[in-house]
């Protein structure tokens, strides 16, 4: 059986859509064990990647970029094309360098949206959620989504939500912000059953990011 997530949430009229634009989401995987290498080299990498980021935002392809704690990041890229995203990436010396493993995948933002933010930047944390879909045999997987949107469409009512979208072909993201004392997911029916599962970190991102005030 097909993985229903993406269609019941595609399809959802739980959670007001504020974008439909899709570009490209790039997760920069910490590689483990990372390869040594002496200090030098890797600040004239790492100062490299920095101004190779801020060159891409100036020519209007990269729209967010933001470290995990504990090593590697994300970019977003003003792009549906795959091989367009690549080309991009290539010229960042920590790509090339082979730093992190590079992961790409198409992003449509539902809640919330992606902005260019402005400098001096304010640089915040927040709780970043990257969902996945598991196996739905033998469940109600159409019954526990929905209760999975009407969660999620709760948190947004309470403002924790800073933006909430989907990949292709199947999984997505949820940025939260606030104190969270414990997993919110503990108490989300999709999580509960297994249908989804939740990988969670901490983002720190310019403030403005995903046109948050």
Same mark, same amino acid.
Not at 25 to 53: C, R, T
Not at 56 to 65: C, T
Not at 86 to 92: E, F, I, V
């Given at each position: 059986?097909?993985?229903?997530?993406?269609?019941?949430?595609?399809?959802?009229?739980?959670? $007001?859509?504020?974008?439909?634009?899709?570009?490209? &989401?790039?997760?920069?995987?910490?590689?483990?064990?990372?390869? #040594?290498? *002496?200090?030098?080299?890797?600040?004239?990498?790492?100062?490299?990647?920095?101004?190779?980021?801020?060159?891409?935002?100036?020519?209007?392809?990269?729209?967010?970029?933001?470290?995990? =704690?504990?090593?590697?990041?994300?970019?977003?890229?003003?792009?549906?094309?795959?091989?367009?995203?690549?080309?991009?990436?290539?010229? =960042?010396?920590?790509?090339?360098?082979?730093?992190? =493993?590079?992961?790409?995948?198409?992003?449509?933002?539902?809640?919330?949206?992606? $902005?260019?933010?402005?400098? *001096?930047?304010?640089?915040?944390?927040?709780? &970043?959620?990257?969902? @996945?879909?598991?196996?739905?045999?033998?469940?109600?997987?159409?019954?526990?989504?929905?209760?999975?949107?009407? &969660?999620?469409?709760?948190?947004?009512?309470?403002?924790?939500?800073?933006?909430?979208?989907?990949?292709?072909?199947?999984?997505?993201?949820?940025?939260?912000?606030?104190?969270?004392?414990?997993?919110?997911?503990?108490?989300?029916? @999709?999580? #509960?059953?297994?249908?989804?599962?939740?990988?969670?970190?901490?983002?720190?991102?310019?403030?403005?990011?995903? $046109?948050?005030?």
């Amino acid at each position: 059986m097909r993985f229903m997530l993406l269609v019941l949430l595609l399809n959802s009229v739980t959670i $007001c859509f504020s974008q439909s634009k899709t570009y490209s &989401f790039v997760f920069l995987h910490k590689k483990s064990p990372a390869e #040594q290498m *002496p200090k030098e080299q890797l600040d004239k990498i790492m100062e490299g990647h920095l101004a190779n980021i801020g060159r891409l935002a100036k020519e209007g392809k990269l729209i967010v970029a933001g470290p995990f =704690d504990g090593g590697g990041g994300i970019f977003i890229l003003n792009t549906t094309s795959t091989d367009e995203a690549k080309l991009w990436l290539s010229t =960042d010396p920590g790509i090339q360098a082979n730093r992190w =493993d590079v992961e790409i995948l198409l992003y449509t933002p539902r809640i919330g949206a992606l $902005c260019v933010a402005k400098e *001096p930047y304010e640089m915040v944390t927040y709780h &970043f959620f990257r969902f @996945a879909e598991t196996s739905t045999e033998g469940k109600d997987a159409e019954g526990i989504l929905k209760q999975h949107q009407e &969660f999620v469409l709760g948190l947004k009512k309470r403002g924790n939500v800073v933006t909430e979208g989907i990949f292709e072909p199947s999984g997505g993201i949820l940025i939260l912000k606030g104190e969270l004392n414990d997993d919110p997911f503990v108490s989300d029916p @999709a999580v #509960q059953h297994g249908i989804i599962s939740m990988d969670r970190k901490k983002l720190w991102i310019a403030k403005g990011s995903f $046109c948050e005030p």
